[in-house]
């Protein structure tokens, strides 16, 4: 007798090698696709071919940009950024992603936060998971958290309502930055008008966890440091596992007439660390006119490293710089300490660092496209020479749209998978006939 329905013979047994067969070609095509795949490939399971545009104002024309990425443990990603509220100004906006890159329902409302008053310019996370959104607006700096399900934390932070707003010593202060000490602390760095010296300074301010000024930092929570006499700014921040507070950003070099690389450092009381270069300042001249630091990362050696952009031979390069904990360039990094690479025949520049787990820095931007920018990603080796192995001799460019696009953050998941956020200008219909653009939201994935 046959048993019909068994897995020995008959119908029951071909369902089985049909299936077999079926798993088979599954893994098959599986490797084959893998086999394909490079390092600094788009991620094709993450969004439309490895790319997500989101968009927030409902105004035609009005600009939204992603300011920051952060990738989540759990392979979610926090993407923060501006929505232009039109004539009513700007507001501070975080959605999460899942894995694919689909909106997450479960935070906020439908996937993103209730926008606030304010300009998104980065957003940390705590190690509790909470959000931590900085940015500015008319009357100073707005500091915001959120729960981990993308509601304002209004019982532990800025009570009321989860929301801080400050100044920064001096005027027209930007807040540009945000990190968590490892204490719990908030510091905030960016730039202030010093009115006495007739420029902008660097600037910094710590928050307790509950959100009220750090009167053990600085003057009442507060600092304000001229590195080089003129125009100075903080464009980046990192907390050391010691407590301490690094900026990273540009000086006025009167001498060559152009900006250079500055970094200060803060002891835990808010005082520039005077075993950091000199009083607590460096400054890196690239032998160019234009160099600045946008991004930087603390190693687990101590070392730092500064990546953005220095100006040679009339056109912007990518830049990274390596320092010693003292302060000093480390000459074993790049070339004497530096490294430059050229993406494109045109402009490039780096708007942020991210370092890998293996000691590779990645860093993400925008190169020259024609009369436009792409969004550009460009690995490096520890050493501080180009990871040949990503994309094309260490480098990607991404066209995401017809015109400008750019990264202004950068992100490694769990994974390692490498997360970039910026911008695109996506077409619409103007007013009063033809195509326009508008800047949306961008979010782009590289394989490891």
Same mark, same amino acid.
């Given at each position: 007798m046959t048993a019909t329905g068994s897995c020995g013979s008959g119908r029951g047994a071909r369902l089985v090698r049909r299936a077999l067969i079926g798993v088979a070609c599954a893994v098959l095509w599986s490797s084959v696709r893998l086999a394909w795949s490079a390092s600094g490939d788009l991620?094709?399971?993450?969004?439309?071919?490895?790319?997500?545009?989101?968009?927030?104002?409902?105004? +035609?024309?009005?600009?939204?940009?992603a300011a920051a990425v952060i990738a989540q443990p759990d392979g979610k990603l926090i993407v923060g950024g501006t929505k232009d509220w039109g004539r009513?100004?700007?507001?501070?906006?975080?959605?999460?992603?899942?894995?694919?890159?689909?909106?997450?329902?479960?935070?906020?409302?439908?996937?993103?936060?209730? !926008?606030?008053?304010g300009e998104l310019s980065a957003v940390a996370r705590q190690s509790d998971g909470?959000?931590?959104?900085?940015?500015?607006?008319?009357?100073?700096?707005?500091?915001?958290?959120?729960?981990?399900?993308?509601?304002? =934390?209004?019982?532990?932070?800025?009570? !009321?309502g989860g929301v801080v707003t400050t100044q920064l010593p001096g005027s027209s202060a930007v807040a540009t930055s945000v990190a968590i000490a490892p204490d719990g602390k908030i510091v905030v760095?960016?730039?202030?008008?010093?009115?006495?010296?007739?420029?902008? =300074?660097?600037?910094?301010?710590?928050?307790?966890?509950?959100?009220?000024?750090?009167?053990?930092?600085g003057a009442a929570g507060k600092?304000?440091?001229?590195?080089?006499?003129?125009?100075? +700014?903080?464009?980046?921040?990192?907390?050391q596992p010691d407590g301490k507070v690094v900026v990273a950003g540009h000086t006025f070099n009167s001498l060559t007439n152009g900006y250079d690389i500055a970094l200060v450092r803060y002891d835990t009381n808010g005082f520039p660390d005077g075993g950091f270069g000199t009083a607590g300042k460096v400054m890196t001249d690239l032998g160019t006119r234009d160099d600045r630091a946008f991004g930087l990362v603390v190693q687990p050696d101590g070392k730092l490293v500064a990546a953005g952009q220095a100006f040679g031979f009339d056109l912007l390069d990518v830049a990274l710089v390596r320092y010693q904990a003292s302060g000093a360039v480390d000459a074993t990094f790049g070339s004497a300490g530096k490294a430059v690479l050229a993406v494109s025949s045109g402009h490039d520049?780096?708007?942020?660092?991210?370092?890998?787990?293996?000691?590779?820095?990645?860093?993400?931007?925008?190169?020259?496209?024609?009369?436009?920018s792409d969004l550009a990603a460009a690995r490096f080796n520890p050493d501080g020479?180009? =990871?040949?192995?990503?994309?094309?001799?260490?480098?990607?460019?991404?066209?995401?749209?017809?015109?400008? =696009?750019?990264a202004l953050s950068v992100a490694?998941?769990?994974?390692?998978?490498?997360?970039?956020?910026?911008?695109?200008?996506?077409?619409?219909?103007?007013?009063?006939?033809?195509?326009?653009?508008?800047?949306?939201?961008?979010?782009?994935?590289?394989?490891?």
């Open positions: 991620d094709t399971t993450f969004g439309s071919g490895g790319q997500v545009t989101l968009r927030f104002s409902s105004d +035609a024309g009005s600009p939204d940009i009513s100004g700007t507001q501070m906006v975080l959605a999460r992603l899942n894995a694919d890159g689909s909106l997450d329902a479960t935070f906020g409302t439908g996937g993103s936060t209730t !926008p606030i008053d909470k959000l931590v959104a900085v940015g500015s607006v008319t009357s100073g700096v707005v500091v915001a958290r959120y729960n981990t399900n993308g509601v304002l =934390d209004t019982a532990g932070f800025g009570a !009321p760095a960016g730039l202030s008008y010093d009115a006495a010296a007739g420029g902008y =300074d660097v600037a910094v301010l710590r928050l307790n966890a509950n959100g009220s000024l750090d009167g053990t930092f600092v304000m440091t001229d590195v080089g006499g003129r125009d100075d +700014a903080a464009f980046a921040v990192a907390v520049a780096a708007r942020a660092v991210a370092l890998q787990g293996d000691g590779k820095l990645v860093v993400a931007g925008y190169a020259n496209a024609a009369t436009s020479n180009a =990871d040949v192995g990503f994309g094309a001799g260490g480098k990607v460019v991404t066209a995401a749209g017809t015109q400008a =696009d750019e490694i998941q769990p994974d390692g998978k490498i997360v970039a956020a910026g911008r695109t200008k996506v077409p619409f219909n103007g007013t009063f006939g033809g195509t326009d653009y508008q800047d949306d939201f961008l979010v782009v994935r590289y394989l490891p």
